[in-house]
C-alpha cells in the first residue's frame, strides 16, 4: 500500500510505452513478413535471427524473453505466408481439398 504517484505514473508510462513500441513494430514486422527473399538472403536473415536468439537467450530477463518470443514468431509467420503464398498451387478440385486441409493441419 506504500505506493506513490510517482510509482503509479511510472507503471502507466512503462505500459504506454509498451504499447507505443508494440503499435509501433506491428508495421515492422508486417513488412519483413511478405517481403520475398531469394535463398540467400533468407539464409542470411535465419542465421541474423538465430544468432540474435542464442545472445538474447542467455538473458533471464522477462523482456528479453518476450523479445525472443516476437522473433519466433516473425520467423514463424515469415515461413507460414512463404508457404501459403509461394507453394499452394492446385491444377484440380481435389488437389485443392486435399492440399489446403493438409496447410490448415
Request: glycine share 6%; proline share 2%; no cysteine.
Amino acid at each position: 500500500m506504500g505506493e506513490t504517484v510517482n510509482d503509479i505514473a511510472w507503471v502507466y508510462m512503462n505500459k504506454s510505452l509498451y504499447y507505443l513500441s508494440l503499435l509501433l513494430m506491428l508495421p515492422v514486422a508486417g513488412v519483413i513478413v511478405i517481403t520475398p527473399m531469394d535463398s540467400q538472403k533468407q539464409y542470411i536473415f535465419g542465421l541474423i535471427s538465430i544468432t540474435i536468439l542464442f545472445i538474447l537467450g542467455r538473458s533471464k530477463r522477462r523482456s528479453m524473453t518476450m523479445i525472443m518470443l516476437f522473433l519466433s514468431a516473425l520467423m514463424s509467420t515469415r515461413y507460414i505466408w512463404w508457404r501459403a503464398t509461394h507453394t499452394l498451387h492446385f491444377n484440380s478440385q481435389i488437389e485443392a481439398l486435399l492440399g489446403i486441409g493438409l496447410f490448415l493441419a
